[in-house]
C-alpha cells in the first residue's frame, strides 16, 4: 500500500471566514495527518459511525474513515454553529448524505469525497453540489472502461492524445461525470455514459450534455479544484456566477 503522504497545494484559510450565499468553499486534508488526533476525533462520531469505522478490515483504512468523518464534522458544525457531536445525518435511497436541521435555519448543502488519503469537503449555501478527487495512476483496461462509461466523443478525445496525456484525461472525464452525480443524488449507477463533459488537459471543465441534450449544460458550473500533485478533482453545481475558495484544513 503506498504510505506517501499526499502534498497538498492550497493556502490554509483566512483567520476569518464567512460562508455567504454566493460561496463555495472547497477544503482538502491529508487523512493520515488528521489520523493522529483519532483518540479526539472517534470521541465525536455517532455510534453508527463507530461501528462502521470497525468493519474495516485494515488499521489504515480505519483510521482514514475516522479522519474524513471527524473532519466532516468539524467543518460543518463550524459553519451550522454547532456542536460536531450533535450533528444528525440524513441519507437518500442512493446515499446522497444532508444535514437534519431545525425548520428555518440557513440550508448547508455539502459533498465529500476521498482518494488514496487524500479528502475534499464542499459546501455551499446556494445548491447542492458534487466534489470527487481521485489520484491520477495507470488504468488497468483503459479501452474498456472508456468504452462501457464514456461517450464515443469523450473515448475518441482519448484516444487522440499521447499516452503520457491518457490518464489525467481519463481521471478529468470520470471527477467530472461523478461530481455532476452526485450533485443530482443519482450516483454512479448507469448514468455516466449520459453525462457528457470536457476531459483534454488544459480544457475548461464544462458540462456538454446529457444524453445528447446540450440544453443542461448553460444551468451548471463545473470547476477543476486539483488539491495536491498527483491528483485531480472536480466540483459541479447547478448555479451561476458563484465564488469558489479552496483551503488545506490546518493540522493542529
Not at 45 to 59: G, N
Not at 89 to 96: E, L, N, P, V
Not at 140 to 161: C, H, N
Not at 182 to 201: F, H, M, N, Q, W
Request: proline residues 8%; charged residues 25%.
Amino acid at each position: 500500500m503506498d504510505s506517501v503522504v499526499p502534498k497538498l497545494s492550497w493556502p490554509p484559510p483566512p483567520p476569518e471566514f464567512d460562508l455567504g450565499e454566493s460561496d463555495i468553499h472547497v477544503w482538502s486534508a491529508s487523512l493520515d495527518s488528521l489520523a493522529g488526533s483519532a483518540t479526539r476525533l472517534v470521541s465525536i462520531l455517532s455510534a453508527s459511525e463507530r461501528e462502521r469505522a470497525e468493519r474495516h478490515r485494515f488499521e489504515r483504512h480505519r483510521q482514514w474513515f475516522i479522519a474524513r468523518r471527524g473532519l466532516l464534522r468539524i467543518l460543518l458544525g463550524r459553519y451550522l454553529d454547532n456542536a460536531p457531536s450533535e450533528l444528525a445525518f440524513a441519507y437518500t435511497a442512493r446515499g446522497k448524505p444532508s444535514v437534519t436541521q431545525h425548520p428555518g435555519a440557513r440550508v448547508l448543502h455539502f459533498n465529500l469525497s476521498d482518494s488514496a488519503g487524500l479528502a475534499l469537503v464542499a459546501v455551499t449555501r446556494s445548491a447542492p453540489l458534487g466534489v470527487d478527487v481521485e489520484r491520477i495512476e495507470p488504468v488497468r483496461d483503459m479501452d474498456g472502461v472508456a468504452a462501457r462509461f464514456f461517450s464515443a466523443r469523450e473515448k475518441a478525445t482519448i484516444d487522440s492524445l499521447p499516452e503520457f496525456r491518457k490518464a489525467e484525461a481519463f481521471f478529468n472525464c470520470w471527477t467530472r461525470k461523478e461530481a455532476y452525480l452526485k450533485a443530482t443524488g443519482e450516483g454512479i449507477s448507469d448514468s455516466l455514459p449520459a453525462v457528457e463533459v470536457t476531459l483534454a488537459p488544459g480544457d475548461p471543465p464544462r458540462l456538454l450534455g446529457i444524453a445528447g441534450d446540450t440544453q443542461p449544460a448553460a444551468q451548471w458550473t463545473f470547476s477543476s479544484v486539483d488539491p495536491a500533485p498527483g491528483f485531480v478533482g472536480a466540483l459541479a453545481i447547478r448555479a451561476r456566477g458563484l465564488k469558489l475558495s479552496c483551503w488545506q484544513w490546518p493540522v493542529t
